[in-house]
């Protein structure tokens, strides 16, 4: 393994590509960085947000180095639609890939995608609040949306580092 590649849009991805850097002693770039540094067809360990079930910045990644696992860091809990956030990704089954829960602010979101969440907030929100039979799962997204969840923990990235671990 070469170099761990992150895209970060409000610093959860950062904070996680950082905190594996520091486990794995792997250097760690943020995507537009690694284009300057790491070279053409490393292998890499690629962290990216997940916006509407997709890993963002993955498809980049995938033109320029090989990417042996995929972690993706979005609201949902840890291991948390694998196999959809796969499928719209486009992951392929050999490679392994790792939803990871992160922090949610929509104040530190940019652009349109701050404008995006807010309404998905307003909306999923006030229907997941009028839930009568909510599932725990349910409960932490709600808390969440409502009360800017702090959720960057070094233990949610087990299972990535277990993996690691097994790699050499």
Same mark, same amino acid.
């Given at each position: 393994?070469? *170099?761990?590649?992150? @895209?970060?849009?409000?610093? $959860?991805?950062?904070?996680?590509? &950082?905190? +594996?850097? #520091?486990?794995?002693?792997?250097?760690?770039?943020?995507?537009?960085? *690694?284009?300057?540094? %790491?070279?053409?067809?490393?292998?890499?360990?690629?962290?990216?947000?997940?916006?509407?079930? $997709?890993?963002?910045? #993955?498809? @980049?990644?995938?033109?320029?180095?090989?990417?042996?696992? %995929?972690?993706?860091?979005?609201?949902?809990?840890?291991?948390?639609? @694998?196999?959809?956030? &796969?499928?719209?990704?486009? %992951?392929?089954?050999?490679?392994?890939?790792? @939803?990871?829960?992160?922090?949610?602010?929509?104040?530190?979101?940019?652009?349109?995608?701050? +404008?995006?969440?807010?309404?998905?907030?307003?909306? *999923?929100?006030?229907?997941?609040?009028?839930?009568?039979? &909510?599932?725990?799962?349910?409960?932490?997204? +709600?808390?969440?949306?409502?009360?800017?969840?702090? &959720?960057?923990?070094?233990?949610?990235?087990?299972? %990535?580092?277990?993996?690691?671990? *097994?790699?050499?």
């Amino acid at each position: 393994m070469n *170099a761990i590649i992150y @895209t970060s849009n409000s610093g $959860s991805t950062k904070h996680y590509a &950082r905190l +594996l850097a #520091y486990e794995t002693g792997l250097p760690v770039y943020s995507l537009a960085e *690694a284009k300057k540094k %790491v070279f053409y067809g490393a292998e890499i360990i690629y962290l990216g947000w997940i916006m509407a079930g $997709s890993v963002k910045g #993955y498809a @980049t990644a995938t033109k320029r180095y090989k990417v042996c696992a %995929v972690c993706g860091v979005g609201m949902g809990q840890n291991g948390a639609q @694998t196999d959809s956030v &796969r499928k719209k990704t486009s %992951v392929p089954a050999n490679i392994p890939l790792f @939803t990871i829960q992160g922090n949610f602010d929509v104040k530190k979101l940019h652009g349109i995608y701050r +404008l995006m969440m807010e309404i998905m907030v307003k909306t *999923a929100g006030k229907s997941l609040a009028a839930k009568k039979d &909510r599932t725990p799962e349910e409960d932490d997204m +709600l808390n969440m949306m409502l009360h800017d969840g702090e &959720r960057i923990k070094s233990e949610n990235l087990k299972a %990535v580092l277990t993996w690691y671990n *097994a790699q050499k």
